[in-house]
């Protein structure tokens, strides 16, 4: 055999399930950032008690197909003095991003593409803080006013928060003590906690910061649609535009994953060594049976017969997986059993990660949008110095831990307590700072007005 | 062989778009070749299995290009030419700059090629799966061996920090 493809087929020997993961999320990603816009949609309409997109498909199912059928067809417009080059490149930049710092997440005990890699987590939050660049580029190459509006305040707001977020990421990375990804949520299992219970401000400042990050409403200034038009994506459309709204709904995905892996535990189930509920580790087995009764039950009612046909259809593909799973269970030798756990931990992490998203999508549509000074305030005066003050109290609480043998609980309730403490008296202060500023301000302006 | 094959990739990638840098006239398509050098820079050293400074390579400079933009944005005049705004004392500034470094860089490869192992500090290969964890020996050696010479940099770095502060800062007549 010819001894190029001889190693070739070998490298992929070796490397197969990388290969099949780094496939699989190239290719799935944009199917759900699709489906994320529709429960965005949906979750928009469910807030005022409307119902949203129901036209396309049973309950609007195949909004997202026909969204993107849309977006490939129309026309690709490039505006006459763009800087062509920056123009086609800066979208590509941003996705690439998103999607390459996707490859060191572990969505399960296995799935993960760059598998055990030494700086996983740095990884992720590095490649991904690379997506602002497309975003800047973008708006400077359309030549247009909004547009470069948006993308400076995108850098401001990427170089505030990006601090936070970093602060935030090492108050947990203390108390797991390594950056590998699996070794962060072993940790998680070893110490019998999630770290949001260990380090409630870090994952509190995390979340703000996170949404700041991906530009998402209170904190969608770049596109803030009522000044900006669209802000940097104004003079995009089709197919370019496309990837900038994939690159964001990447960007939300990572951040959750982030997230999720070093504060909520990763793949483990809720409470992994309390015994008593491990009846939660049949919970995927036996949503996917819930499922399928439901659709049994539905399935006699549809007004159609390709409709009852579909929920036949569904609820025994369901039924069989679910039962699959409960008699490989036992078979621990298997190699169904490796793919049982996979798959058991990709549905608690997806879990948390949908919970993350829906936290993400119930603040854009119940908070108003900041004013930029207060968005800067709020991350330099503020969020910035207590994620500082919370990873000094982290690490004092370790320091107590294992120098003075403290019960690690009664540690960092102490220090979250001075936490706090330290963000009231930083509140109290920026209030009294705000009042002063403001009183100057009006003072200055009498004296503006006394003088014209 | 896979591995000269990885380096000889990102580092053709590294010189071209660093000759490209340089000789394009707009600062943004400056900008972006200067990326392109960095990332293949960070390349090579994840082909060293440097993995700590492959990340810090990336989150360091190329985020670092961020500033660097904004920059370019507010502060370089794109439309004015080019001629105007070159002094004439900076083509011999270059030029001395270059000698220097070019004149370096051949000492370098000259002792290199005299004296194999002498002329350069050349430490041993170590095999590529029985590395320690990159990130644990780089913190091993800033906090337990360079202790000082790290605190001295980042108490240099605070001061210059509170140096732009100060100088930032609207002075107001006092009331």
Known sequence: MNPTLHSILAFVQTWWVELLCAVLIVLVV??????????????????????????VGPPGLLQPIADALKLLIKEDSIPDNADRFIFWLAPVLSVTAALTS?????????????RDINIGLLFVVGVSSLGPIGIVLGGWASNNHYSIIGALRSTAQLISYETTAGFALVSGLLLAGTLNVRAIVEAQRTDHAWYIFLAPVGFSTYLIASIAETNRAPFDLPAAASELVAGYMTEYSGFRWSLYFLAEYANMIVVASVGTTLFLGGWLRPFPNVHWLGWLDAAPTLLLAAVGAYCVFRAGKQPARLQSLVMWAVAFSSFVVSAIFVFASPFSHLPLAKMHDGLYGAFWFLLKVSAYIYIFMWLRFALPRFRFEQLMRLGWHILIPLALVNVVGVAIALALHSEFSWNRWLATF???????????MLLRWNDKYSAAAALLADSSIAEDLHAG | MLDSVIFYFF??????????????????????????????????????????LFIAQIILYVGGIMVLFIFVI???????????IRSGLQKWIALFVALTVGVEAGVVIFLARKAPGQGLLIPNPAPADKLPPNTEELANSLFRSYLLPFEIASVLLLVAMVGAVVMAKKRTEAP
């Open chain 1, 102 to 114: 996707m490859g060191a997440v572990a969505f399960g005990p296995w799935f993960q593409a760059a």
């Open chain 1, 30 to 55: 944009p199917l759900i950032a699709g489906y994320l816009a529709l429960v965005e949609r949906k979750v928009m309409a469910d807030m005022p008690a409307r119902l949203g997109p129901m036209r």
């Open chain 2, 11 to 52: 580092a053709g990638i590294a010189v071209i778009s660093a000759a490209l840098m340089v000789t394009r006239r707009n600062a943004i398509h400056s900008a972006v070749f200067l990326i392109t050098t960095l990332l293949a820079t960070a390349g090579i050293f994840l082909q060293l299995r440097a993995e700590f």
């Open chain 2, 74 to 84: 507010m502060l370089v005049r794109l439309d004015v030419p080019l001629p105007q």
């Open chain 1, 414 to 424: 102490f220090t979250t307590l001075a936490t706090l403490g330290a963000a009231m």
